[in-house]
């Protein structure tokens, strides 16, 4: 009661109207409606709102109830505002239900997913290890300990390492993000992560080792915002130099680039932001391409220099970082600063929302798949506090804290984890710059400039800053010891507490004065209703207790004054307070511990980590008033205990700035499993490929034949053309070379068809997609109800075919492509059914992504195709096949209804459309076939990480790895190739496999067929309540195309231009 300003109004009100069965400063007795014949709206509301009710939205309703003068209208509004308020309450209680159930829902499959997890392990234990298992917990040493002793085992990035010249890639994707005036808390999406990752950024590139930082974000060009966030690149630091002060090369140092995607001339928040991930992510990735190339040229040797790391902060760029590490195979690190999860279950138990609300508004369950993707595909989870590890990520389908400590524990001992992966999470907390930090030494004079202040006998007052005026004019004594709270003022983070707390202990208001530093304000009554309320309290509060004199609450302040109210508050020997309800992290805490001031802190959240590693104040609970009182007292009256807190403060305030954020978190990332791209030249350049353009921006990258490696073991396509093969024998790389000035000869001094004889015969030779300038991808999923390939399909590749034809310039730089769930055998017997050459297409993406063919390239020499090895080498990342089998066919033939009999089978194994890299199941009975969203959770449950998908008319399912897809694919070939995704068309049907919606959404030209496809696997893509379409599609995009699917080729050939127009081509 005591906190809602306007329900103690309302209270008022009713001892106004000669109400007498409230008695003040009493809870309500509890109404029972049966008991009584008479509804008592009075009694109802109040003990409705005291009891829980967020009356947030009836604060408007209630102001004009106050407003209203006539005693019969304002009765029927109060009489209203509680049948509203019991509609609310009602609904609250059925919200609470449902959250109930579907926690208990979660629990009880995840529980089901351990011990299917243990069962499957506990083959390869011996009978002394099986009581490792899940279900028998280990005892462990404390977590500070086994912290420690995991540590000491890892080598801690030094000096040593300044001859590695690394390129980080951090990404931010939302908000304004600039290096100089950062427009902090202009909006909800520019606030603290903002400042950090550009403040990381700049430090990372100061350490040894390092060579160069981009942080990507988004590039708006608006009138809303400032110009400056429509620069393509901003230097943020230059870079180092070596140990004889030469500088390292011009592209060293920290930059923040800026890649255009959604709608150019808006600003758009973070939660309209999804549907364009895709176009970020290629954008994003031909940066990459072309920076890697131009630092291969400064400092690799002529080699590109891959990304070392690409670190996603957010759930947006952690589903950004997921895809790019996947083209690119290299580690991806995640930071997810606020968790979707967790701020859906504190919206659930306000009881206000449902849960398609909450999604509506806030995109949440999208947010939150894209969370879990981070998951999948993340080597580290950088946390801030152990509470965010345990409290937020403990309810992700992703992470299991106790999983993760078994699978580890395997790994050590070299026992098969059957492709079961959980990332690894390391609590590094944030960093701070400290040089604006004035250490202040413990001096006799130390309220020299106080009293500087309440000098009246003439003397010239020293300049002292303007805040501290501003904050003294409030204190009737400034030289008394100051408690400072610094927050904004919600609710959560418990002023009125703080403030009850210091107005009803005498002893403390003696002794000290109290700041509070609540944000900036002109007019409450312009405020949000939270905001508000906690602002009008604090002033009836002020006044309840008769604080005036006392108490300092100024209305502004800049950003550039924080630092000198802690030093205000650390001369007058005072204390600093956060009483948050829950803290995730507590920066402030760390600025003021920098500043000199103890610390009393709430011991739920962040806190607790900071406090054990300062050891400079003490923690108190919250919601007991009289432990923060006694707190501050002790902190205040014992100054021996006060100096010593300072010092531990100033001692330890190390281990929180940014060289040893930095070195943490390089010692951390070095410890991960490295994989990145191991590409080796195979032959020279091709001039033409070196004519062609990537974009604007990668017209400068050199054409090499690349080859990507998880370990390095595996052999090049052709590397008895790699003349580093041949050592250092100067006869053998004679040899070498005049083999290649053969390959090299110009390709016009033969004929097209005389070329394909030879690419036919060569199989050695790069495939003709090297070549190409553009790419027509054909991904219609036209099946029968049987699986099988539609023969309509046939009718429009040829009008495909016919429409490139139709333009005989562009037709020469022209490739084609087929992108499909069918395997090659298949497709070869549809081809051939069809008279259609396969040596048409200049690739085949089969099995829903899992391998990729070059006909007329990788062949045999009995003229069968070979998938490219680099591929399914890029893709063996967590693929973890075997335990897939067993886990897959347990869930999908297991039925949850009590009443089916043993018999129902859903799936039967299709060993002959399977892979190494693709397993294939056909579905029996589609009635039991679970929803792809449905297998996703318990497969992450259960620690396997893959690409589930429903294909062929919902007759097949497949399961390819985590990097591999039909979209993936895409990407791959621009890297692998250098055929820019930007440059391809990819034509689809209106509906498709569950994949499909992947491959509408990027940078590359879309072309939708109306009627094409008739039915698709769609239906069986997503759960009630999870994310929608939207969430992946651009509703009005560009860069999408509509035709009919029965268009003939001049009708094609039409669209297919007038989308390369509007795409910029």
Not at 586 to 593: H, K, N, P
């Amino acid at each position: 009661m005591a906190g809602n300003e306007w329900i103690n109004g309302y209270l008022e009100a009713i001892l106004d109207s000669g109400a007498s069965a409230i008695e003040e400063n009493k809870p309500p007795a509890p109404v029972n409606l049966r008991e009584r014949s008479d509804f008592n709206p009075t009694k109802y509301f109040v003990e409705e709102v005291v009891t829980g009710v967020d009356e947030t939205d009836l604060h408007r309703a209630w102001i004009k109830v106050v407003a209203t003068r006539n005693t019969r209208e304002r009765s029927s509004r109060l009489e209203n505002m509680c049948w509203r308020i019991w509609h609310l309450a009602r609904k609250k209680k059925q919200l609470e239900m449902e959250d109930l159930q579907r926690v208990a829902n979660w629990r009880r499959e995840r529980e089901q997913g351990r011990k299917d997890v243990t069962e499957d392990m506990s083959e390869d234990l011996s009978e002394g290890e099986k009581g490792d298992a899940l279900g028998e917990p280990v005892i462990l040493d404390s977590p500070r300990k086994k912290f420690q002793r995991n540590f000491s085992n890892i080598e801690v990035w030094s000096d040593s390492n300044k001859e590695k010249k690394l390129y980080i890639v951090l990404i931010s994707l939302h908000g304004l993000v600039r290096g100089e005036n950062m427009e902090l808390g202009r909006d909800s999406d520019t606030g603290g992560q903002i400042k950090y990752v550009v403040e990381l950024a700049r430090a990372l590139a100061k350490m040894p080792g390092v060579y160069r930082v981009d942080l990507f974000t988004r590039q708006i060009c608006s009138s809303d915002v400032d110009w400056s966030y429509g620069e393509p690149t901003e230097m943020l630091t230059t870079g180092a130099e070596d140990a004889d002060n030469i500088d390292l090369g011009e592209s060293g140092g920290a930059y923040i680039v800026r890649i255009p995607f959604g709608p150019r001339d808006k600003y758009l928040r973070k939660e309209l932001l999804w549907p364009h991930i895709q176009e970020f992510v290629d954008g994003a990735l031909a940066h990459i391409v072309n920076m890697s190339k131009a630092l291969g040229e400064q400092i690799g040797a002529g080699q590109p220099v891959w990304p070392y790391v690409i670190h996603g902060h957010y759930a947006d760029a952690g589903d950004t970082a997921a895809l790019l590490s996947g083209a690119l195979n290299v580690p991806m690190v995640l930071t997810g600063h606020s968790l979707g999860r967790n701020k859906l279950e504190q919206l659930l138990k306000q009881g206000r929302q449902s849960k398609e609300d909450i999604n509506s508004t806030y995109r949440i369950m999208r947010r939150i798949e894209a969370e879990e993707l981070s998951l999948d595909a993340a080597e580290l989870v950088i946390t801030s506090t152990k509470q965010e590890i345990e409290e937020q990520w403990g309810l992700y389908d992703g992470f299991d804290v106790k999983l993760e400590k078994v699978l580890r524990a395997r790994t050590r001992r070299g026992v098969n984890c059957h492709g079961r992966f959980m990332p690894r999470m390391a609590v590094i907390p944030p960093g701070m710059d400290f040089s604006s930090v004035v250490v202040q030494e413990d001096a006799a004079e130390a309220d020299g400039d106080l009293a500087s202040l309440t000098n009246i006998e003439g003397s010239s007052p020293k300049a002292i800053p303007s805040i501290w005026v501003e904050v003294m004019r409030f204190l009737t004594n400034p030289h008394k010891p100051m408690i400072l709270a610094l927050s904004r003022p919600d609710p959560k983070k418990n002023i009125t507490t703080l403030l009850k707390a210091f107005g009803e202990c005498r002893p403390l208001r003696e002794l000290a004065n109290l700041t509070l530093i609540m944000g900036n304000r002109d007019d409450i009554d312009e405020m949000s209703g939270g905001n508000a309320s906690v602002l009008t309290t604090v002033l009836k509060l002020i006044d309840k207790y008769d604080l005036y004199g006392q108490v300092a609450f100024p209305k502004h302040h800049k950003q550039s004054d924080v630092p000198e109210i802690y030093r205000l508050a650390a001369k007058t020997k005072g204390v600093f307070i956060n009483p948050a309800f829950i803290e995730p992290f507590g920066l402030t805490l760390i600025e003021a511990a920098a500043h000199g001031l103890p610390l009393v802190a709430t011991k739920n959240g962040g806190p607790v980590d900071i406090h054990r590693a300062l050891n400079n104040g003490l923690l108190v609970d919250p919601h007991d008033q009289q432990s923060i009182a006694d707190a501050l007292l002790k902190l205040v009256s014992e100054k021996n205990l006060w100096h010593e807190c300072r010092k531990n403060g100033w001692k330890n305030i190390h281990l929180f700035s940014w060289p040893e954020h930095c070195r943490t978190y390089l010692t951390r990332i070095a410890a991960c499993r490295m994989r990145h791209p191991q590409w080796q030249t195979d032959t020279p350049a091709d001039e033409l490929a070196a004519e062609e353009s990537l974009n604007d921006s990668l017209k400068d990258v050199q054409d090499m034949s690349l080859r990507l490696s998880i370990d390095g073991e595996k052999t090049s396509l052709n590397e008895s053309h790699d003349i580093t093969a041949a050592g250092n024998d100067p006869e053998l790389q004679d040899q070498v070379k005049r083999v290649l000035s053969k390959m090299r000869r110009p390709e016009s001094v033969a004929k097209d068809s005389d070329f394909d004889k030879k690419v036919t015969d060569l199989p050695s030779k790069y495939p003709m997609l090297r070549r190409r300038r553009k790419l027509v991808v054909i991904a219609l999923d036209c099946y029968d109800s049987k699986g099988f390939p539609d023969k309509k399909m046939i009718h429009i590749m040829q009008e495909i075919f016919k429409a490139n034809k139709l333009d005989p310039h562009n037709a020469k730089m022209t490739g084609f492509a087929l992108s499909t769930a069918m395997p090659i055998f298949e497709l070869t017997e549809f081809f051939k059914s069809a008279s259609i050459k396969i040596n048409d297409f200049d690739a085949l993406i089969c099995g829903s992504g899992s391998e990729v063919y070059y006909p007329g390239t990788y062949t045999e020499d009995n003229g069968k195709l070979y998938p490219d090895p680099d591929y399914a080498s890029h893709i063996d990342y967590r693929w973890g096949s075997d335990g897939l089998k067993k886990t897959i066919w347990k869930l999908m033939n297991s039925s949850e209804d009590a009443n089916s009999g043993p018999s129902s089978i859903a799936i039967e194994h299709d060993a002959k459309s399977s892979n190494p890299h693709c397993l294939s199941y056909l579905i029996k009975d589609p009635s039991l076939a679970k929803k792809v969203d449905d297998m996703r959770q318990k497969l992450r449950m259960r620690g396997l990480r893959c690409h589930l998908m429903y294909c062929r008319n919902s007759t097949r399912m497949q399961v390819v790895p985590l990097l591999a897809s039909r979209s993936q694919a895409l990407r791959y070939l621009f890297v692998r190739w250098r055929l820019n995704v930007a440059n391809m068309f990819v034509i689809l049907g209106e509906t498709g496999d569950t994949d499909y919606e992947e491959l509408i959404a990027g940078t590359h030209k879309t072309m939708i067929m109306k009627g094409a496809v008739e039915k698709g696997s769609e239906e069986l893509l997503r759960s009630a309540g999870g994310y929608l379409r939207d969430d992946i599609v651009p509703v009005d995009s560009p860069l999408i195309a509509y035709v009919s699917g029965g268009a003939k080729a001049e009708e094609l050939a039409k669209a297919l231009t007038s989308n390369s127009k509007a795409g910029g081509m």
